[in-house]
């Protein structure tokens, strides 16, 4: 069966320190995956997604990058954190569609990240 | 620009009442809406909805579609204080092929006992 990983849970991170957080798919090859931020508790909101290695989609000009490095594998990273980077980060997949069949996407616990 | 918008942002309510959730959407190419619920950390999924018209159920909980109206509704009967989480729609657009989901602000809902 398909799992994920995320991590770390929480962290604090002082402002303009570099950030990494990183996502792992098991299970699964080819997955589409994706970066979210939610804040205040409240809707997500897509940061970037990838649907191959190498290729990343940013939806959201910000502070912040991602990375696929191997098929399973998605980093959101930043080189200097400010203090509206705060919140909740998810990390979720999906399988690639073939043609028309639908799928829904699986996420991750989350990191809770804190600036000060 | 994709937009999913539900209502409403938070709603309270008393043990075995029902409840209505609303979510609209504007997509380009729209291929499916879903519905999660989410307590503490990741949202988990409910229902997937992709024609118009047929109600999808699971328990207490169900869905349906109207693309005429390009919205969705959830319901919850006899509300337990165990369906207390936010609530949240996405829709899953087509772009070149890959599955990229919106998602709305969510609706909170708080079911008192």
């Known amino acids: 069966s398909q799992t994920i990983h995320q991590w770390p849970a929480t962290l604090v991170q002082p402002v303009g320190s570099p950030l990494s957080l990183e996502c792992t798919v098991e299970?699964?090859?080819?997955?589409?995956l994706y970066w979210y931020r939610q804040a205040a508790g409240r809707g997500l909101q897509l940061l970037f997604y990838?649907?191959?290695?190498?290729?990343i989609s940013s939806e959201v000009p910000q502070n912040l990058s991602a990375s696929r490095p191997q098929d399973r594998q998605f980093i959101l990273s930043s080189k200097k954190l400010l203090l509206s980077d705060s919140g909740f980060y998810l990390c979720a997949w999906s399988v690639s569609p073939k043609g028309w069949a639908n799928t829904e996407a699986f996420f991750g616990q989350g990191t809770r990240l804190t600036v000060v | 620009e994709d937009k999913v918008v539900q209502s409403p942002l938070s709603l309270v309510v008393h043990e075995g009442d029902t409840v209505t959730l609303n979510c609209s959407y504007e997509v380009t190419n729209f291929r499916s809406l879903l519905w999660y619920k989410q307590e503490k950390k990741a949202p988990t999924f409910l229902f997937m909805l992709?024609?118009?018209?047929i109600e999808k159920k699971s328990g207490r909980l169900s869905s349906i579609l109207d693309k005429k109206e390009l919205s969705s509704i959830l319901n919850i009967t006899a509300t337990q204080t165990g369906d207390s989480a936010i609530y949240l729609c996405?829709?899953?657009?087509?772009?070149?092929?890959?599955?990229?989901?919106?998602f709305g602000k969510g609706t909170k809902l708080t079911v008192n006992p």
């Open positions: 996405a829709v899953g657009p087509t772009q070149g092929g890959s599955e990229k989901l919106v």
């Open positions: 990838s649907v191959g290695i190498g290729q």
């Open positions: 299970g699964t090859s080819n997955p589409n």
């Open positions: 992709t024609s118009s018209g």
